[in-house]
């Protein structure tokens, strides 16, 4: 029983892995695209304070949040005006990417890097929430 959970876990981080990788090799050819399709990388998170490096992908369907960070669509791009929209998972049965969010703390800073250049974000609010609590998603308007 516990092979199993453990075998989801390495197969989830392989995957992400992956994508982090193809990613980078697609921003060291600047190949800057202005729309992109459900699944596709977008960009590379990173909060060094808790040592998070990740992908995120264009989506939130739950084929996707197995394995990645996902960029809410039709939220703001990263860079652009508004808020840009990222969800992700802290779980023990797929990947672990947010697990050690929890940990951030007022002022770190967030790195999104893309195509289009690295924008930083500082951290200005945190709080636990619930998975039910849908009062957190972006509003579409």
Do not use: W
Request: aromatic share 12%.
């Amino acid at each position: 029983m516990i092979i199993i959970p453990q075998g989801l876990r390495y197969y989830s981080k392989y995957v992400e892995n992956n994508s982090i990788d193809k990613f980078k090799q697609e921003i060291k050819q600047a190949e800057v695209k202005q729309t992109y399709e459900p699944g596709e990388e977008i960009a590379i998170m990173r909060v060094n304070s808790v040592g998070l490096e990740t992908v995120i992908v264009e989506g939130t369907d739950n084929k996707y949040l197995k394995y990645y960070a996902c960029h809410f669509e039709g939220t703001a791009m990263p860079g652009e005006e508004g808020n840009f929209s990222v969800a992700g998972h802290s779980s023990y049965l797929y990947n672990q990417v947010f697990n050690e969010l929890h940990k951030v703390k007022i002022n770190d800073e967030i790195e999104i890097e893309t195509t289009k250049g690295i924008f930083k974000y500082k951290i200005t609010e945190k709080f636990d929430t619930e998975a039910e609590n849908t009062s957190v998603y972006p509003r579409y308007e």
